[in-house]
């Protein structure tokens, strides 16, 4: 065996100095080791003679990045570059854009942690009278931000009394009362974040944010291509529709990727307005818990994570897999101990394993922007978005009600909708920069056990936040009705280890 640790990524600024002081700076680029592991296929030589041979000829190893990965269509090759980025001052509108891309990684502050500052993205989009609507309702957002939060933290200092006697419990409690008063701010409000990505995916996530109709989205996407581009030109060039027809002699292709959905929107628009006279209150009414519905599942969810288990611990055929788990099923307990033996072993810390991924779940959730922000996080489920609707009402967190400010924040939320629906008409994307975190959308998530196992550990848990917590047990529960053994297992970190002594009893 040989294992060298080839490369790893540094410091911005560790990265200079040393650049600064180097015999070939031009070589300071994540493409040397894309390039080396790119010609491994070709050629025998030892790895380490390939990453050796990229440095000291940095143009040919462009050449060869290209050919490798764009002639040939090898773009597994650019996921061996890495990148960091620290976006800062983005608004919350732009964080979902991003965030979108499933396949990166994200750290965002949190508005559960931090007090927010008046501090705002304007959309350019906007002017005159329409910019004055917008920086009004952003102020009066602001003003109520304070006020409840004020209004909150007596609220739970009330409610909490032993928690003061220490900073951390002043911290938890202080939490507590950020937490839901930003559910009256919007998404405009800045965020910062740190991005990571490989180089295959960075060139994705360019690609789809410069078809943004959103120029802050578009500008963003422009950034990393202008940054990431300077160091790693030959990685970055599916993005950029002159730089691509130069390097290629054909255009770019993205007319699926960036006319398929406004398209769609005319044909199915078109649809709807013919259709939906004729099919009001004809659709099936799917189980539903609270803003979750749950509106499919593969066929029988227990049948296909026992015949999972059972194909791997054997070299049986997955016909006659399904055959000995129907069995079990219909033999009184035979099911049940299966899988209850499978989860002997198993602990909070540790995920589920990929048996659980036959059993999937289709669930329609109608959540606020604030839930959405921490559900968008979870990048195993595939996750289908509509726009935020006022038609859909507004998320109160319980302890405003609790505390008596249910008042100020309707009265925030109805002005925002209207400024919304005025705004939407001239300006139908910037108008969501006004929308507050209370707003809230329908989205479908689909999901397989596996990862609602994930979900249900952190999200269940009593440190998580109370919004997500509902969402999360309305799903799990849901699923669990339709797959009881699956889901056996399926709880909360806080509860995992009592629950798991009751399964065992
Ligand atoms: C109480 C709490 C507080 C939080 N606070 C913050 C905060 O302040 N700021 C913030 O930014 N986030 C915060 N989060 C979000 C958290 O960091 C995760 O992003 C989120 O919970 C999604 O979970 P996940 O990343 O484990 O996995 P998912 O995306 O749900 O994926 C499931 C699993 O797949 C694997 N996986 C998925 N993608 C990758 C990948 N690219 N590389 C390696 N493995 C991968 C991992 O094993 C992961 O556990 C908080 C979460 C909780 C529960």
Not at 197 to 224: C, K, M, Q, T, W
Not at 427 to 442: C, D, M, S
Request: with cysteine; net charge negative.
């Amino acid at each position: 065996m040989k294992i060298t640790l080839a490369g790893y990524n540094l410091d911005v600024s560790l990265i200079e100095q040393a650049r600064n002081s180097a015999d070939k700076p031009e070589a300071f680029t994540p493409e040397t080791i894309a390039v080396a592991y790119a010609r491994i296929s070709r050629d025998p030589s030892p790895v380490s003679e390939l990453r050796e041979k990229a440095i000291n000829d940095i143009e040919k190893a462009r050449k060869s990045a290209r050919a490798i990965v764009f002639d040939m269509g090898h773009q597994s090759v650019a996921e061996h570059a890495a990148f960091n980025f620290d976006v800062l001052d983005i608004s919350r509108l732009c964080v979902e854009s991003l965030e979108w891309h499933r396949l990166c990684s994200y750290t965002e502050k949190s508005q559960r942690y931090q007090e927010l500052e008046e501090d705002f993205v304007e959309p350019s989009e906007l002017e005159g009278k329409d910019l004055d609507l917008f920086r009004n309702i952003m102020g009066e957002q602001f003003a109520v931000y304070r006020e409840v939060y004020g209004a909150l933290l007596e609220h739970f200092r009330g409610r909490y009394p032993d928690q003061l006697e220490t900073k951390r419990g002043t911290n938890v409690v202080e939490g507590y009362a950020k937490e839901d008063a930003r559910y009256v701010t919007g998404l405009a409000t800045k965020a910062q974040l740190g991005f990571t990505a490989s180089g295959r995916n960075l060139e994705y996530v360019i690609r789809s944010l410069r078809a943004h109709p959103l120029r802050e989205i578009r500008d963003l996407g422009e950034e990393f291509y202008r940054q990431a581009g300077a160091v790693a030109p030959a990685l970055i060039l599916l993005t950029d529709p002159v730089e691509y027809e130069k390097e290629f002699g054909r255009p770019l292709q993205d007319d699926h990727f960036t006319r398929t959905r406004p398209h769609m929107r005319e044909v199915i628009g078109e649809i709807v307005r013919e259709l939906s006279d004729t099919v009001e209150g004809t659709s099936p009414s799917f189980p539903a818990r609270g803003d979750v519905k749950l509106f499919g599942t593969t066929p029988e969810p227990d049948l296909e994570t026992l015949q999972a288990i059972i194909h791997t611990h054997t070299n049986i055929s997955a016909e006659t897999c399904a055959r000995l788990a129907r069995q079990l099923l219909d033999d009184g307990d035979g099911a049940a101990r299966v899988i209850r033996e499978f989860l002997r072993f198993s602990n909070p810390w540790e995920a589920a394993t990929r048996e659980f991924e036959l059993a999937q779940f289709n669930f329609e959730v109608v959540l606020s922007a604030a839930c959405f922000g921490q559900m968008k996080r979870h990048r195993m489920t595939t996750q289908l978005l509509q726009g935020y609707d006022p038609a859909l009402g507004y998320t109160y967190p319980p302890a405003v009600i609790e505390a008596g400010l249910k008042d100020p924040f309707e009265r925030i939320y109805d002005r925002t909708s209207e400024a919304f629906l005025n705004l939407k008409e001239r300006h139908p994307h910037a108008a969501e920069y006004i929308l507050t975190n209370g707003h809230r959308r329908r989205m479908i998530v689909r999901t397989d056990a596996r990862e609602l196992y994930h979900i249900s550990r952190l999200r269940e848990d009593a440190h998580a936040q109370w919004d997500i917590r509902q969402v999360s047990a309305d799903m799990v529960g849901l699923a669990r009705e339709v797959a009881p053994l699956t889901l056996m297992l399926a709880y909360g970190k806080d509860v995992f280890e009592e629950k798991k002594e009751e399964l065992f009893d």
